[in-house]
C-alpha cells in the first residue's frame, strides 16, 4: 500500500491514500500539537476532504478497531492445520473487574487453558505480554485456545 505523506506547514503532516474499490481516498491528520483528524476525500480532489477531529481515545479505539482485526486474522491463519484452535479478541471495557489491573491477575491460562498471546493499544501490537501488563480500557486481548476456552475468557474479561 503506497501511503502518500505531506507536509502542512505550520499544521503537521497528512498521511493518506487510496481505496481500491471506491473513488475516495483514507487517512489522518497528525497536528503538530498531538491531535489527529480522519480525513476522507475524493480520488483528485483532496482539499474537498471531510475532516472528523478525533480524541487520543477515540483515535486509539479506532486503531484497536483496524489492527486486531488483521493479527487475529494473521493468527488464525497459522492455526488453521490446527484442529480445535482457535484465535479471538476481547475488549477491555471501561469499568470492568480488570481495567486497571496487572494481567497477572486474570489468571487466564490457569482458569481457562486460553493463552493471551498479544494486546493490541492504540494500534499497536504487544505480543507476548507479561503478568505484570496492566490492562487498560479500550485495550484488545488476543487469545488463543478452544472455542470453550475463549467463551470462559469473555467471561472472565467482562466481569464487572
Known amino acids: ?24 481516498r483514507i487517512g489522518v491528520i497528525d497536528h503538530r500539537d498531538g491531535t489527529i483528524d480522519l480525513i476522507v476525500s475524493r480520488v483528485g480532489n483532496p482539499d474537498a476532504a471531510e475532516q472528523i477531529p478525533l480524541t487520543e481515545a477515540e483515535a486509539a479505539a479506532l486503531a484497536n478497531l483496524l489492527g486486531a482485526p488483521q493479527l487475529v486474522g494473521q493468527l488464525r491463519e497459522e492455526h488453521r492445520d490446527l484442529g480445535g484452535v ?29 493463552s493471551i498471546v498479544a494486546i493490541m493499544r492504540a494500534g499497536q501490537a504487544i505480543p507476548s505480554p507479561g503478568p505484570d501488563f496492566i ?26
Do not use: C, H, W
Not at 488476543?142 to 474479561?157: C, K, Q, R
Open 1 to 24: 500500500m503506497n501511503v502518500e505523506v505531506t507536509s502542512l506547514p505550520g499544521i503537521g503532516v497528512r498521511k493518506e491514500f487510496p481505496l481500491r474499490r471506491v473513488r475516495r
Open 86 to 114: 482457535t484465535t479471538g479478541q476481547l475488549l477491555i471495557r471501561d469499568g470492568t473487574a480488570y481495567d486497571g489491573r496487572q494481567l497477572g491477575d486474570t489468571r487466564m491460562r490457569t482458569r481457562t487453558k486460553a
Open 135 to 160: 490492562l487498560i480500557a479500550g485495550d484488545v486481548v488476543v487469545v488463543v485456545g478452544t472455542e470453550e476456552g475463549l467463551a470462559a475468557a469473555a467471561a472472565i474479561l467482562a466481569d464487572r
